[in-house]
C-alpha cells in the first residue's frame, strides 16, 4: 500500500513538473548540476577515476572540463527524462533528428528484423520515438531490465512506451524476437549494450579506452541465432535539447562473422563516439568493477559447486 502510494504521488509530482517547458527545467537542472557537483559531490571520485584512466594523454585542465561538462549533462538528462512524460509527438520528432535511415529501413524490409546496439550517450532515450522513422505495423521494441519497484518500474514502462515502443524484459528477449518473426511482424529491437556485466555474462574481454574491459556478448548470441543484421546507433548532442542520430550497418549477416567480432565492432564504434565529445557518457557507473581474475575466481567457485 506504502509503495503504491509512492508510486501515485511520485508519478504526479513529476508529471507536474514535466508541463514545464524545457527552457524552465534546464534552468533547474543547471541549478541541480551545481549541487551533484560542487555539494554533494555525487560520485565525483568514480567519474574522476574513470576520465583518469580513459583519458591519461589529458591535462589536468581538459579532463577538469569534461568533468564539469558531464554533471551538467547528466542533470539535463534527469529533466529530460522527466519530459517524455508530457513531450508531444511533434516536439520530440524536432528535437531527435534520424539520418543515414534508408539503409536501416531497406534491411527490416529485405530481412524482417534488425538489432540496434545503443550505448548510454547523449539523449538515448529519446530514441523511444523511433517509430516515427519505421513503416506502419512494424514493432520498435526496446529491452529493458525490470525494476525492482513494480511500481516505478510500470512508470518507466509508461514513458518508454508512449510513442508506440514495446518494451521487452530482458529475461524475455529471444523468445519476443521469435514470436516476431514467427507472426511475421517486421521489429527493430534496441539493446543497451555498454553496461558492466554480472559474473555469469562476463564473457568478452577487450581494451576499451585504455583499460582491459568486458562487455555482455549478448545482442551478438541474439543476431547469430535469428541471422538479422545488426547497426551500431551513433548519438551526437548537437546542442543543448537537441541530438542526433544515425545508423551505421555492423554486419548484414551475423553468422558469417567471428565469435566476438559484433560485440569488438560496438566497442570501437563506441570508443569513437566518446572521444569524438567525451562528457555525454555516463562516467558516473562503475563501468570497470570487473577484473579477469575476478571472473575466473567465480567461475572456478561455481565449477566447484
Known amino acids: 500500500m506504502i509503495s503504491k502510494l509512492t508510486y501515485y504521488l511520485t508519478y504526479a509530482s513529476l508529471w507536474l513538473l514535466a508541463q514545464l517547458p524545457l527552457k524552465a527545467l534546464y534552468v533547474l537542472s543547471d541549478g541541480l548540476a551545481f549541487l551533484a557537483y560542487r555539494v554533494v559531490r555525487y560520485r565525483l571520485k568514480v567519474v574522476r577515476e574513470n576520465l583518469h584512466n580513459s583519458f591519461p594523454e589529458k591535462s589536468d585542465a581538459e579532463l577538469k572540463k569534461i568533468e ?36 536501416f529501413l531497406e534491411m527490416i524490409e529485405k530481412h524482417g528484423g534488425l538489432i540496434v546496439l545503443l550505448p548510454h550517450y ?30 516505478l518500474d510500470e512508470l518507466f514502462k ?24 514467427r507472426a511475421k511482424k517486421r521489429f527493430a529491437i534496441g539493446l543497451i549494450s555498454d553496461q558492466s556485466p554480472n559474473m555469469n555474462e562476463a564473457h568478452y574481454w577487450t581494451t576499451f579506452l585504455n583499460q582491459d ?43 558469417q ?8 565492432a560496438f566497442a570501437r564504434r563506441l570508443e569513437n563516439t566518446i572521444r569524438r565529445d567525451p562528457p555525454y557518457w555516463f562516467w558516473s557507473h562503475r563501468r570497470w568493477k570487473l577484473t579477469r581474475e575476478m571472473v575466473k575466481a567465480h567461475q572456478r567457485q561455481a565449477e566447484n559447486g
Not at 69 to 97: G, N, P, Q, W
Not at 158 to 181: D, L, Q, W
Not at 228 to 244: A, D, M, N, W
Open 122 to 151: 547523449a539523449n538515448f532515450e529519446w530514441n523511444i520515438g523511433m517509430a516515427s522513422i519505421m513503416e506502419p505495423g512494424d514493432l520498435p521494441l526496446q529491452v529493458y531490465k525490470p525494476l525492482h519497484n513494480k511500481h
Open 257 to 264: 562473422t567471428a565469435e566476438g567480432e559484433i560485440t569488438e
Open 213 to 255: 574491459t568486458v562487455f555482455m556478448d549478448g545482442a551478438e548470441r541474439l543476431a547469430k541465432m535469428m541471422n538479422i543484421p545488426v547497426f551500431y546507433c551513433e548519438l551526437t548532442r548537437k546542442s543543448r535539447g537537441h541530438c542526433q542520430a544515425s545508423f551505421d550497418l555492423i554486419t548484414e549477416a551475423p553468422k
Open 68 to 103: 564539469h561538462d558531464f554533471y551538467h549533462y547528466i542533470c539535463d538528462y534527469l529533466v529530460e527524462e522527466v519530459k517524455l512524460l508530457t513531450i508531444s509527438y511533434e516536439e520530440l520528432a524536432r528535437r531527435m533528428e534520424y539520418i543515414h535511415k534508408e539503409q
Open 158 to 181: 509508461r514513458i518508454r512506451s508512449r510513442f508506440g515502443g514495446v518494451n521487452i524484459p530482458k529475461h524475455s528477449t529471444a523468445r519476443e524476437m521469435v514470436k516476431c518473426y
